[in-house]
Structures are given as structure tokens and as C-alpha cells.
């Protein structure tokens, strides 16, 4: 748990130092808006989940940019309860091409970060649930295709790691019936799901001027 944080702060003090000796800063300040889809591929009972949200990033340099999101997701856990997941966070995006965001060309990028989310499983059966809030820390990869200057579709893989409470279900079988059951478990634990995202993503503008 340690090592995970103390690499994620590592990572971040990388590329915000970065952003600070980039011989370009025309770039910074940059807003986009972007809305977007994700799945949940390691989930609960073997069930994927998927959801959708919203977005914007405030880009800080060259080859820096950061991520604001927010998402709902939910997972049918074999037709017999649901979870829900909300998720709410930031993300710093390290661009491994020097001149990335270039119309018609990919822009691939390291990503990392944090949020806070809140989780409920419900069991249809027994009309019970439990629920839970936490935070977690995210670290992946992603491109952008930049369509044009403005416009940009975005995928990003990222493994996302719970820092609180364990909250999960499994599905036991007792004479050829079905149900599921909640395990809920204090403290710190190490629960996790791979996430794919697709944006769209349209740049309005830039919140300041950069000084040449």
C-alpha cells in the first residue's frame, strides 16, 4: 500500500516538474470539455460493469495535462442484485511524443491519479445492501486521435486500486439454486478493477494567456 502511494507521488512530482522547464508554454492553459464511456472489466461475480460521464481537462504544459472526471457505473451481478459505483477524481497525463495534440496523428500518454467513490451492492433476493465510501489510485496508458486541432476520441486502460474498506459479492450454489451473498471487511484493502474509457473531447479555449 505504501509503495503504491509513495510511486503515484513520485510520478506526479515527474510530470508537474515537467511542466514547469517545458520550452513551450503555448499550450498551457488549454480547457476541454469531453464526455465519456467506461467499463469495468474486473468486477464481482465474474460481471463486467459500464457506465458513463463527463470530463474536462486544464492542460499545464507541453507534454503535461491534467483530467477532471466524474463517472457512474453499474453491474448486473447475474440477474440476481446490482452494484453501483460512482467515481470522482483527477488525473495528470504525461504525453510521450514531443509534439503531441497534432491533428490526425495519435498522441499516446502515461496517466495516474486519484478519487473518491462510493459503492452499493444490492442482493434482489433478500432486498439487502451494503455500501461503502473509499478512495483509490489509478495508473495506466492512453492515446488521443486528434481529429483536428480541437476535437480529439480518447482510450485509456487503467488499473484502479481501492484504499478502503473491501466491498465485494461472490455467488454460492446450494441445491441447483443460486444466491448471492456481500462481504463487507474494515480496513485497508487492495480491491481492484482494470478500466477501459473512450472519450470525445472538444477544446473551447484557454482559462489564461501564456507568457512567451
Same mark, same amino acid.
Given at each position: 500500500?505504501?509503495?503504491?502511494?509513495?510511486?503515484?507521488?513520485?510520478?506526479?512530482?515527474?510530470?508537474?516538474?515537467?511542466?514547469?522547464?517545458?520550452?513551450?508554454?503555448?499550450?498551457?492553459?488549454?480547457?476541454?470539455?469531453?464526455?465519456?464511456?467506461?467499463?469495468?472489466?474486473?468486477?464481482?461475480?465474474?460481471?463486467?460493469?459500464?457506465?458513463?460521464?463527463?470530463?474536462?481537462?486544464?492542460?499545464?504544459?507541453?507534454?503535461?495535462?491534467?483530467?477532471?472526471?466524474?463517472?457512474?457505473?453499474?453491474?448486473?451481478?447475474?440477474?440476481?442484485?446490482?452494484?453501483?459505483?460512482?467515481?470522482?477524481?483527477?488525473?495528470? @497525463?504525461?504525453?510521450?511524443?514531443? *509534439?503531441?495534440?497534432?491533428? #490526425? =496523428? $495519435?498522441?499516446?500518454?502515461?496517466?495516474? &491519479?486519484?478519487?473518491?467513490?462510493?459503492?452499493?451492492?444490492?442482493?434482489?433476493?433478500?432486498?439487502?445492501?451494503?455500501?461503502?465510501?473509499?478512495?483509490?489510485?489509478?495508473?495506466?496508458?492512453?492515446?488521443?486521435?486528434?481529429?483536428?486541432?480541437?476535437?480529439?476520441?480518447?482510450?485509456?486502460?487503467?488499473?484502479?486500486?481501492?484504499?478502503?474498506?473491501? @466491498?465485494?459479492?461472490?455467488?454460492? *450454489?446450494?441445491?441447483?439454486? #443460486? =444466491? $448471492?451473498?456481500?462481504?463487507?471487511?474494515? &480496513?485497508?484493502?487492495?480491491?481492484?478493477?482494470?478500466?477501459?474509457?473512450?472519450?470525445?473531447?472538444?477544446?473551447?479555449?484557454?482559462?489564461?494567456?501564456?507568457?512567451?
Amino acid at each position: 500500500m505504501k509503495r503504491i502511494k509513495i510511486l503515484i507521488l513520485l510520478l506526479t512530482i515527474l510530470l508537474v516538474n515537467d511542466s514547469l522547464v517545458a520550452q513551450s508554454k503555448n499550450e498551457s492553459g488549454q480547457f476541454t470539455l469531453g464526455v465519456r464511456s467506461t467499463s469495468s472489466l474486473f468486477t464481482d461475480a465474474g460481471s463486467p460493469g459500464s457506465g458513463i460521464g463527463g470530463m474536462f481537462r486544464i492542460r499545464m504544459g507541453k507534454r503535461v495535462n491534467t483530467e477532471w472526471f466524474a463517472d457512474y457505473l453499474t453491474t448486473n451481478l447475474q440477474n440476481l442484485g446490482y452494484r453501483r459505483d460512482g467515481h470522482i477524481g483527477w488525473s495528470v @497525463l504525461f504525453y510521450l511524443s514531443k *509534439e503531441p495534440m497534432q491533428a #490526425k =496523428k $495519435l498522441s499516446p500518454f502515461l496517466i495516474a &491519479g486519484h478519487c473518491f467513490d462510493y459503492t452499493k451492492v444490492y442482493v434482489l433476493s433478500d432486498k439487502k445492501s451494503e455500501d461503502r465510501w473509499s478512495s483509490a489510485v489509478q495508473m495506466g496508458v492512453g492515446t488521443h486521435y486528434n481529429l483536428s486541432e480541437k476535437f480529439d476520441v480518447s482510450l485509456t486502460a487503467q488499473y484502479m486500486s481501492h484504499l478502503g474498506a473491501d @466491498l465485494h459479492s461472490h455467488i454460492e *450454489e446450494e441445491n441447483g439454486v #443460486k =444466491k $448471492l451473498e456481500i462481504a463487507k471487511h474494515g &480496513g485497508a484493502g487492495l480491491e481492484g478493477h482494470l478500466l477501459i474509457t473512450l472519450s470525445l473531447n472538444y477544446r473551447l479555449g484557454n482559462l489564461w494567456r501564456s507568457k512567451k
